[in-house]
């Protein structure tokens, strides 16, 4: 946990599927606690942290280079997704992790400027060996789901040529030219719908409850 400190799938994430718990205790409200997966409390300052980092990767143009759970639709969400699939994951370290970890620590830090990723650092107590720790969840919660998922098929010839005559930009362009293009949305379209189906196979597995004020405390 973090220590204190000053797209398609949502209708399969905890706005939607989060069992309701009774009314939040006097404790749950001092602890901060927002919600619980398997047992396992997340805190006002978990979300809040979360968030931060989302706002810094949205520079990037593409937060899923750093963790596609960063590209669900609340922080609330991106921590229960990415939990509910370390639960399935097997225990590892390995070099090659960490490296990968390191990499996406240097990319957020460097996203909006060292000075303002120095100032993210320091607001939260953490040194960059620690980013790079919390990154490493990111990246076997990444593997888990691409191991868990069903490859996306290639398209046929006739479905890319279906699409080019259809799109609004590139049928403007030689067919030729614009495959690369049209196979690629293809794709990453087939990855995506894989994937959610991964992610809401992982929370139907797993036990998750809210506070009652928690669904209010998870920034978009």
């Not at 404790?27 to 978990?46: E, H, M, Y």
């Not at 040529?161 to 794709?187: I, Y």
Request: net charge neutral; hydrophobic share 45%; aromatic share 4%.
């Amino acid at each position: 946990m973090i220590r204190s400190a000053p797209r398609g799938v949502a209708a399969l994430l905890v706005v939607s599927a989060l069992r309701l718990a009774p009314p939040a205790s006097a404790q749950d409200v001092v602890d901060g606690v927002v919600a619980t997966i398997d047992g396992k409390p997340i805190t006002l300052s978990d979300v809040t942290f979360e968030a931060e980092v989302r706002a810094l990767a949205a520079a990037l143009g593409n937060p899923a280079a750093l963790g596609r759970t960063l590209t669900a639709p609340t922080a609330l969400d991106g921590i229960l997704v990415r939990q509910a699939l370390l639960r399935q994951a097997p225990p590892r370290e390995s070099a090659a992790d960490r490296e990968i970890a390191r990499d996406r620590a240097r990319r957020l830090l460097d996203a909006s400027g060292r000075g303002e990723g120095g100032a993210f650092l320091g607001r939260w107590g953490l040194t960059e060996e620690a980013l790079v720790d919390w990154f490493k969840d990111l990246v076997r919660a990444d593997a888990e789901g691409e191991t868990r998922m069903e490859a996306p098929r290639k398209p046929s010839q006739a479905e890319l040529h279906a699409r080019w005559e259809a799109h609004p930009t590139l049928r403007a362009a030689p067919f030729e030219d614009a495959r690369p293009v049209l196979e690629a949305e293809v794709l990453r379209s087939r990855f995506d719908v894989a994937w959610n189906a991964v992610v809401a196979d992982a929370l139907a597995r797993s036990d998750i409850r809210g506070t009652t004020f928690g669904d209010a405390l998870a920034p978009r």
